[in-house]
């Protein structure tokens, strides 16, 4: 996480602390980095089927020639681990729901950086860059999200801070699953403790 991010999580606690919350910083008890071939493998799935099957759902065959090696990376990876597509899912929905459960029995919300870096420059997910190259940053950059996207734990991200390069940076903020309203109260009390600063208020 890079200096900014972690800044504002530090800032978004102090704030929450101040609204009468307590804060607690721990450690995520789950390995993201050992989970990414996981997702790679769930990803490509959808990336494979719809290159290969496309016609069926766009009434054209999709033309490899223009797609990105991101893309086609996606699929080649699925290509090469089709008969563990179930055993990656059933992985990843199983540490999702373990980590969240476990969270859940000590926390009513959890809040977590949106992204583990300040808003890139143009170009950083250039898709010139090869597949293992995107890939790496995108897993790098995104590492937070996955867990919550595939549990379907309702989660929000709010602009509660600015990096050094004036773009905002986001926490986001999960709830177990079916308590919507509680971050939508969450939400209310933070933007109205701290209206969001928009980017053409300087």
Excluded: C
Excluded at 21 to 36: F, R
Excluded at 83 to 108: F, G
Excluded at 156 to 180: C, E, H, K, R, Y
């Amino acid at each position: 996480m890079d200096e900014d991010t972690f800044r504002v999580q530090l800032e978004t606690a102090k704030l929450l602390e101040s609204l009468g919350h307590s804060v607690e910083m721990i450690k995520v008890p789950l390995d993201i980095e050992s989970l990414t071939l996981h997702y790679l493998t769930y990803y490509g799935f959808l990336s494979y089927m719809s290159i290969n099957f496309g016609r069926l759902t766009h009434g054209a065959a999709v033309d490899k020639s223009v797609l990105e090696p991101f893309t086609l990376g996606l699929a080649e990876t699925f290509a090469k681990r089709k008969t563990k597509l179930l055993s990656s899912i059933s992985t990843l929905v199983r540490s999702a729901k373990a980590t969240e459960d476990k969270l859940e029995k000590d926390y009513d919300i959890i809040m977590t950086a949106v992204t583990t870096k300040r808003t890139p420059e143009i170009g950083y997910f250039s898709p010139l860059l090869d597949y293992k190259e995107i890939a790496w940053r995108g897993a790098d950059f995104a590492s937070f999200l996955p867990l919550f996207n595939i549990s379907g734990s309702p989660a929000i991200s709010l602009p509660l801070g600015t990096a050094s390069n004036d773009m905002p940076v986001g926490v986001q903020f999960v709830a177990p699953f079916g308590q919507d309203a509680l971050l939508l109260e969450l939400a209310l009390q933070l933007e109205t403790a701290q209206p969001w600063k928009f980017i053409y208020d300087k």
